[in-house]
């Protein structure tokens, strides 16, 4: 569990680690709510059970969970662009 500040106010956000990749795994390949775990090590049901933890945690609010792989992320946060092309987002000062 991380603070940021939003719209000069502390909020409250849940790092998913390597539970959910990004969003698809919480909000489902057609934002249908169905989870899509990856499980690289363990049990399928471990990391259903794990994503469902750290969506509760989450207050059940997308918005409230950081995806550490979300590619997306550098349009969510503030961000630098490097010549190449990569991306890096500021999520938590």
């Known amino acids: 569990?991380?603070?940021?500040?939003e719209d000069g106010r502390k909020v409250e956000k849940i790092l998913s680690g390597d539970v959910a990749?990004?969003?698809?795994?919480?909000?489902g390949l057609n934002n249908d709510g169905?989870?899509?775990?990856?499980?690289?090590?363990?049990?399928?049901?471990?990391?259903v059970e794990?994503?469902?933890k750290a969506y509760a945690l989450a207050g059940y609010d997308i918005?409230?969970?950081i995806f550490n792989h979300?590619?997306?992320?550098?349009?969510?946060?503030?961000?630098?662009t490097y010549e190449d092309g990569l991306h890096v987002a500021t999520v938590v000062r």
């Open 1 to 5: 569990m991380v603070e940021v500040e």
């Open 21 to 27: 990749y990004v969003q698809e795994n919480v909000l």
């Open 34 to 47: 169905v989870y899509v775990p990856f499980t690289a090590v363990g049990s399928p049901v471990t990391v």
């Open 50 to 52: 794990q994503i469902d």
């Open 63 to 65: 918005k409230n969970l």
């Open 70 to 80: 979300e590619v997306r992320n550098y349009k969510t946060y503030e961000s630098t």
